[in-house]
């Protein structure tokens, strides 16, 4: 098959890299225009614009869906893995066989932008992926194979999607066979659908209140990006890693204890493991706590 794929994150390299090196034919990536980066907010291209330049394919960074051409007729059929655009049904008509998407989570359950990161600040134990055929509604379409995946104790959301990044090579092989031999998609069973929105800033900020297990979940779910926050001294902490304790403290009150920082919350203390201070590299929370040397009866908000 004549196939183009529409993605922006590393997670859809593995896939990429698969068809590549099958009997299809990879003839177009699409991908978002190049945004800005870093503090000194220069242009850099998205992780799969950087692997289709590096491997001479050829590349297309629409800037909207008004701007997308009439190449897909030319298609087979369009792979999207993370593109970040809700497009319209008459693209997705364009193509032969229409349009798959590579999503993370076991549809109907976690539709939307975040599935991974939710899986975890929701305290589920799997997840996994989900192949379907695209439709204009938020990842609603039939589905053509899934496979379950145990969400391990302490993962961050980062890491997590790097695993369920491998199974995306065998599932899309898998759908490919199905299309070529006229094997149909399975409706979802929409009464069970959850969601799964986007990340926001303002529920990054951790609540010391909550249980320890809530914020761990939340921690972890946030990591990488965009990252738990809590306040100290007046300055922002982003909370990269973090993991249940034995012991118990006041609520918010932080120390430096056995070599653990520790966190109260409204049972169990939180354990930090690895936090980025304001306008500092990411360190261990055992590092920047000898730093800041802590008072005692010091509280983190």
Known sequence: MKIAVA??????????????????????????????????????????????????????????????DERLREFDLVITIGYGLILPQYLLDQPKYGFI????????????????????????????????????GMDTG?????????????????????????????????????????????????NLASTAPKLSKLESQITWDNSATQIVNQINGYSPNPGATATFRGDVIKI?????????????????????VLVGTSDLAVELIEVTPAGKR?????AWANGARFSAGEMIE
């Open 142 to 190: 039939p589905i053509y194979v899934q496979e379950r995946f145990p969400i391990a104790a302490e993962v961050t959301a980062g890491e997590l999607l790097i695993e369920l990044a491998k199974l995306g090579p065998n599932l899309i092989a898998n759908t490919l066979t199905m299309i070529e031999t006229g094997v149909e998609p399975t409706e979802q069973n929409h």
């Open 7 to 68: 993605a922006s994150p590393d997670v859809a390299i593995p896939t990429l890299e698969y068809l590549q090196s099958s009997s299809h034919n990879l003839a177009l990536v699409i991908s978002r225009p190049d945004s800005q980066v870093g503090r000194g907010r220069e242009f850099a291209p998205t992780s799969v614009s950087s692997w289709a330049l590096l491997n001479r394919i050829e590349l297309y960074r629409p800037s909207k869906v008004t701007d997308f």
């Open 240 to 260: 990269n890693r973090a993991r249940i304790s034995d012991f118990q403290l006041s609520v918010g009150e932080i120390v430096l204890a056995s070599g653990k």
């Open 282 to 286: 990411t360190m261990s929370a055992v």
């Open 101 to 136: 998407n590579l999503h993370f989570s076991l549809l109907p359950k976690l539709r939307g932008a975040a599935p991974v990161q939710r899986a975890i600040i929701n305290g589920l134990t799997e997840t996994g992926v989900t192949v379907f055929k695209l439709n204009a």
